[in-house]
């Protein structure tokens, strides 16, 4: 049974807009969360991660969000560029050791 | 700068055949893995190692098998390959993390090897 969960395949933004990409988790012995990046015919790249002691962790253009209440997570891209036009898996690690991937949701940004 | 390589990007092989994927890792580090890449699936855990000679099975192992004989060197066998096994395989490695450990850290990936089999 899949753990991690992103429900959406697919988004578009305009470039300039905000993209907010969502991942919800089920177990709740997940301590530590990712996001990476991955472009065709590429491995994926880490982008930026959280752990479940905070709430919002922030590098340049790309913020995540922690709602342990809800096991939802979600990572928010502002603004948006057509570089960031890819594949992006979200994952959870329980102490590490081991990485539970969620299907991916493919972003276009719209020039 | 971390690399991860895996010995091939595009691999092509008919049905039947034993296939090895390889991939060595510079970082030193305990932890490797194996993954698949499916549209509409995501990455797919098909084996991992902690430590030289140790394997433990991932979500998919049917049909593959793993060889970690050194730190730095994990490869996939697909003892007889069939086109279900089509696929973007992905190896990873990170650090080991004992004791229960808070995680904080990432796993590193290769270039992915694009496998088709005919």
């Known amino acids: 049974d899949q753990q991690v969960k992103q429900n959406s395949p697919s988004l578009s933004v305009q470039e300039g807009r905000i993209s907010i990409l969502n991942c919800d988790y089920t177990n709740s012995m997940f301590d530590y969360f990712l996001w990476y990046k991955k472009y065709p015919a590429e491995g994926p790249t880490f982008l930026i991660s959280?752990?479940?002691?905070?709430d919002k962790n922030e590098d340049g253009r790309f913020t995540v969000f922690l709602n342990k209440s809800a096991k939802h997570l979600s990572l928010h891209i502002v603004p948006s560029q057509p570089g960031d036009s890819a594949v992006y898996f979200c994952?959870?690690?329980?102490?590490?050791?081991?990485?539970?991937f969620g299907t991916g949701t493919s972003l276009t940004v719209i020039p | 700068d971390v690399k991860v390589t895996q010995s091939s990007r595009y691999l092509v092989k008919r049905t039947g055949e034993k296939v090895f994927l390889e991939c060595v890792q510079d970082m030193d580090h305990e932890n490797m893995f194996w993954y698949r890449q499916d549209p509409g699936l995501g990455l797919r855990l098909i084996y991992f190692?902690?430590?030289?000679?140790?394997?433990e099975k991932g979500d998919i192992p049917e049909g593959y098998s793993v060889s970690r004989e050194k730190k730095e060197r994990f490869s996939l066998i697909l003892e007889s390959a069939s086109t279900n096994q089509t696929s973007m395989y992905l190896c990873?490695?990170?650090?080991?993390?004992?004791?229960?450990?808070?995680?904080?850290?990432?796993?590193?990936f290769g270039q992915g090897t694009r496998l088709t089999v005919v």
């Open positions: 990873a490695s990170s650090l080991l993390l004992l004791g229960g450990r808070t995680s904080n850290t990432e796993a590193f």
């Open positions: 959280i752990s479940s002691i905070k």
């Open positions: 994952a959870a690690s329980a102490h590490g050791n081991q990485f539970y």
């Open positions: 190692s902690y430590d030289v000679k140790m394997k």
